[in-house]
């Protein structure tokens, strides 16, 4: 049997253990879906729960737009399936590099235009019929709402008054939902990262996109291999911000997470552990691996090493301190 095959089949007895450091330090590890089946990846990794479930994937390569009830089938069944373990519905990312043909809104700069929760707000009956979906599928499991590319506190605003005229039609039908159900942002424009203070007042939740933090911070289309060379996580700028908007978040009180592909890196692992991380969500592939290395870390070790890490301005300094964390026992 090739080393390969044998690693994995180690990784899959981590399946039921609970991620903590060797210290203790319960850890949770999520999973990203982008569609219901996914989730027996999911569990089959032994994820706590569905940090980001991309729901726009519902949307793409088909000629119509999904009906509430066919969101509403899709959401619920994701959220039976993890029976009362978290799953956090990200409302529709759609523009940018995610277009439908059943609505153009590509603009001059898609990047930049209207994607995500700027085209839900200009398209009011479009999330009107998404947040209804979502919360109807609340009755079936413990679902969160989480609304991607914030910068503005009116748009969290705008976002939830929406939210509560959702409730309201459901209230007005007697349909049942969560009345305590979470609303979340994503932290993945600069701006939303530095005004960090203006979010926490808001929101239940954050969950860090690091994947579109990094486009934004470097100005590096994630989409342009002419500039592939030039999308660097650990360009000093980013883990700034990554690590501003976990410790704050943490002096508030509110739960963060990172669900970009940072998340699922073994490599940066103890890195973000160490700038006091401790909700993960990632592609389930990723999820054992993470985990084994979760339980190797002493996070005293890991925060000493990640504030080395924060203080340095050399790009090279930075890669051989985060050599030496993850080369320690
Ligand atoms: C991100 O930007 O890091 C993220 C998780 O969202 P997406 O990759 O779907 O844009
Ligand atoms: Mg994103």
Redesign the pocket.
């Known amino acids: 049997r090739s080393a390969l095959a044998l690693e994995r089949q180690k990784l899959k007895r981590l399946k039921t253990t609970p991620a903590a450091t060797l210290d203790g330090t319960a850890v949770e590890l999520q999973a990203n879906i982008e569609l219901p089946e996914d989730i027996h990846a999911a569990l089959d990794a032994g994820a706590t729960g569905v940090g980001?479930f991309?729901s726009e994937f519902l949307f793409l390569n088909r000629g119509d737009l999904p009906s509430e009830d066919e969101q509403f089938e899709a959401y619920r069944t994701v959220a039976a399936a993890m029976e009362g373990r978290p799953v956090t519905i990200r409302t529709l990312?759609l523009g940018a590099d995610k277009t439908i043909g059943a609505m153009d809104f590509a603009g001059p700069n898609p990047a930049l235009g209207l994607r995500a929760i700027r085209l839900c707000l200009a398209e009011p009956q479009l999330f009107l019929k998404q947040l209804r979906a979502i919360l109807r599928a609340s009755h079936y499991g413990k679902v969160r709402i989480l609304l991607p590319m914030l910068a503005h506190a009116h748009e969290i605003e705008h976002a939830l008054t929406m939210v509560s005229q959702a409730k309201g039609m459901l209230d007005l039908q007697g349909v049942p939902y969560d009345k305590a159900i979470e609303i979340g942002g994503m932290i993945?424009v600069p701006a939303a990262a530095l005004a960090l203070p203006m979010f926490v007042k808001k929101l239940d939740f954050l969950s860090i996109?690091?994947?579109?933090?990094i486009q934004y911070t470097l100005a590096i289309d994630r989409t342009d291999e002419h500039v592939a060379h030039l999308y660097e996580p650990l360009h000093p700028a980013v883990l700034y911000l990554i690590a501003n908007t976990i410790r704050t978040a943490a002096r508030a009180e509110v739960p963060v997470a990172v669900?970009?592909e940072m998340a699922g890196e073994t490599e940066l692992t103890r890195l973000l552990l160490g700038f006091g991380l401790r909700q993960f969500s990632m592609h389930p592939a990723h999820l054992l691996a993470v985990k084994q290395q979760v339980l190797r870390t002493v996070l005293e070790e890991a925060e000493a090493g990640a504030n080395r890490i924060l203080r340095s301005t050399e790009p090279e300094r930075i890669h051989q301190l985060l050599a030496k964390l993850n080369d320690a026992a």
């Not at 996109?209 to 933090?213: K, Q």
């Open positions: 980001l991309r990312d993945e996109g690091t994947n579109d933090l669900c970009g």
